[in-house]
T-cell receptor, first 113, second 114 residues
């Protein structure tokens, strides 16, 4: 069975500074990987996904994540954060041909002024 | 585009009462998921349906919880009788049933059992 570990429950970072949110997964088969974002009082929204091909995937709002198969990681990065990035971020994995997605416990991103 | 619609957005009720949460998935999606989110446990998958059929209900905590999907455009999650420890935010999500398809979440129902 697959699992997801988000190593940091909270990450404080100053506005305009870079940030990395860490995610490691475990699976015995090939997987798809996702990052979701949850703003206060809302449901989760897809931020980006890796299905195949280029290991670097990008979102429309400046986030990127890199799939590293040897390290079983899918860390999320942004070179310069904005106050509007304050949210909780969830890494998730699903096995190929499986509808079910397994979510990590989330990382709260706090942007400091 | 209508997203996943959940109702009610907030529910406050007394212990022992029956609670029914409702979900309308995105039209054309054939997988539907019910999740529970708490501070202690994070996001937990309770049950999911494919083409209106329950596929995996291993996350349903107890017999007090039940879920139905009578047609492709409607699902309910029922708790009877409710207990204070059921207080949480309950999310419904839908997706196209093929690997790699992202799930689309509703805004959730915030449930408080007094």
């Amino acid at each position: 069975a697959q699992s997801v570990t988000q190593l940091d429950s909270q990450v404080p970072v100053f506005e305009e500074a870079p940030v990395e949110l860490r995610c490691n997964y475990s699976s015995s088969v090939s997987v798809y990987l996702f990052w979701y974002v949850q703003y206060p009082n809302q449901g989760l929204q897809l931020l980006l996904k890796y299905l195949s091909g280029s290991t670097l995937v990008e979102s429309i709002n400046g986030f990127e994540a890199e799939f590293n198969k040897s390290q079983t990681s899918f860390h999320l990065r942004k070179p310069s954060v904005h106050i509007s990035d304050t949210a909780e971020y969830f890494c998730a994995v699903s096995e190929i041909r499986d509808d079910k997605i397994i979510f990590g416990k989330g990382t709260r991103l706090h942007i400091l002024p | 585009d209508a997203g996943v619609i959940q109702s009610p957005r907030h529910e406050v009720t007394e212990m022992g009462q029956e609670v029914t949460l409702r979900c309308k998935p995105i039209s054309g999606h054939n997988s539907l998921f019910w999740y529970r989110q708490t501070m202690m446990r994070g996001l937990e998958l309770l049950i999911y349906f494919n083409n209106n059929v329950p596929i995996d209900d291993s996350g349903m905590p107890e017999d007090r919880f039940s879920a139905k999907m009578p047609n492709a455009s409607f699902s309910t999650l029922k708790i009877q009788p409710s207990e204070p420890r059921d207080s949480a935010v309950y999310f419904c999500a839908s997706s196209l049933a093929s690997g790699g398809q992202p799930q689309h979440f509703g805004d959730g129902t915030r449930l408080s059992i007094l």
